[in-house]
């Protein structure tokens, strides 16, 4: 089985939504009888991955090429990728694409459909109503005229949770749709982190009750309930202090800050920027509740990661995760900054039940989400379309 994966950019700016490509790209290039190439771009935000071009780079379960690209109001463009497509799409069983609104895919659904090799589309949350609606007049002539009649032309369109399957019934697209989630590597949750990493490089957090947010600083990441909600628990429970670990690609982080500024808890938040590796992890170690305030979501890895360090978590609605709320495994409130609030405050006053609550979340992802786990069902999706086909 010859697999192409193809995704805009990898860069680490980009978040749970590059690492997630990767990572199952692992995790299904381990299996036996399967060969996974991926080919991307090297943006990185505002910058570019230092990375050799239009070469095989071989990893240990899979190949990956880089192509340039040029910019254009936003819009990655590569002409060199869009040619290599048309040139080796057929030496596939299968093209699997991530994310939408991307002039980068384009092409591979026209060499798909013109060399007949089928495809599999991961919207990646991006066909929510929130992100629908978010710039919504630059999207929409692109929406109708580029990005529908390839979703409407896809063998199967992937999503990460049966919620936002419910949520893009409205769009009426043809193609099938199958529910895969994210996952986690099992090897960095089975033993937790040293937190004294975390303290010494923000020690003035040592000692404190730590909330977690875990993301983008983006507006979609609902950081202005997560401020309304935490002015008013830091009211009521001065020894808390929010951690924000996130890269701002966008300069929106200003904007958070006002957010906070505003709510009148500014000095109890600590703005870490990206933090990845041992630091990352200790994070997570070190915190005492995970927080994910987000208006919309794929499935966020960020959520599972922080469930399987063994936090109660607070998540909204937007996160797209039910099964958390059925296995009674995180809150899982509106989203809305009271309910936020009340979920945390649930959490503060009772921290015996708080950590009942993160020992059944540790569990439930454990047993559910780590990649293997994923990778056999995903093997199981790409069978079913190639001999289909």
């Known amino acids: 089985m010859n ?30 009888d ?27 379960y ?17 002409w060199s990728l869009s040619k290599w497509l048309f040139q080796h799409i057929a030496d596939y069983d299968l093209v699997h694409t991530n994310a939408i609104f991307s002039p980068i895919n384009i092409p591979a659904y026209w060499a798909c459909q013109q060399q007949q090799i089928p495809y599999l589309i991961t919207p990646r949350g991006m ?31 992937q999503m990460l949770a049966s919620s936002e399957a419910e949520r893009v ?55 202005d309930l997560l401020a309304k909600a935490f002015g008013q628990i830091h009211f009521q429970y001065p020894q808390t202090h929010l951690v924000v670990a996130g890269p701002d690609n966008i300069g ?11 709510a009148g808890c500014l000095e109890a938040v600590t703005f870490t920027g990206m933090l990845t590796g041992s630091l990352k992890y200790a994070a997570l170690a070190a915190a005492n509740i995970y927080v994910a305030p987000s208006y919309s979501e794929g499935f966020s890895m960020s959520v599972l990661e922080g469930m399987a360090s063994g936090l109660p978590c607070v998540i909204t609605t937007g996160c797209n995760f039910p099964e958390a ?16 609030a009340q979920a945390l405050i649930e959490y503060l006053k009772a921290p015996k039940q708080a950590k009942e ?11 559910n989400y780590t990649w293997d786990t994923i990778a056999t069902k995903m093997i199981e999706v790409y069978t079913s379309i190639i001999d289909k086909n």
């Open 169 to 223: 019934k409205h769009l009426n697209l043809k193609s099938p749709l199958v529910i895969v989630p994210n996952g986690i590597e099992r090897q960095y949750f089975e033993t937790l982190a040293n937190s004294e990493i975390f303290y010494q490089q923000f020690p003035h957090t040592r000692n404190k009750t730590l909330i977690l947010f875990l993301g983008r600083i983006d507006p979609k990441k609902g950081l």
């Open 252 to 262: 929106f982080l200003p904007t958070a800050q006002n957010y906070f500024s505003k």
């Open 62 to 78: 899979y190949r990956i090429k880089y192509f340039s690209y040029s910019k254009l109001n936003n819009y990655v463009f590569s």
């Open 34 to 60: 399967v060969s996974l190439d991926i080919v991307t771009t090297n943006a990185n935000g505002s910058n570019k991955l230092d990375v050799p071009l239009n070469t095989w780079i071989s990893e240990k």
């Open 127 to 157: 066909l929510e109503p929130w992100a629908l609606s978010y710039k919504a007049r630059k999207k929409h002539f692109y929406y109708i005229l580029l990005e529908k009649p390839a979703l409407q032309k896809a063998n199967v369109i």
């Open 357 to 367: 609550m993160g020992i059944r979340a540790r569990q439930f992802v454990l047993e």
């Open 3 to 32: 697999i192409l994966t193809l995704v805009p950019a990898l860069g680490t700016v980009y978040g749970g939504p590059s690492k997630s490509v990767i990572e199952l790209a692992q995790a299904v290039g381990s299996q036996q």
């Open 325 to 340: 709320a059925k296995a009674d495994a995180a809150y899982v409130v509106d989203i809305n900054a009271d309910d936020i």
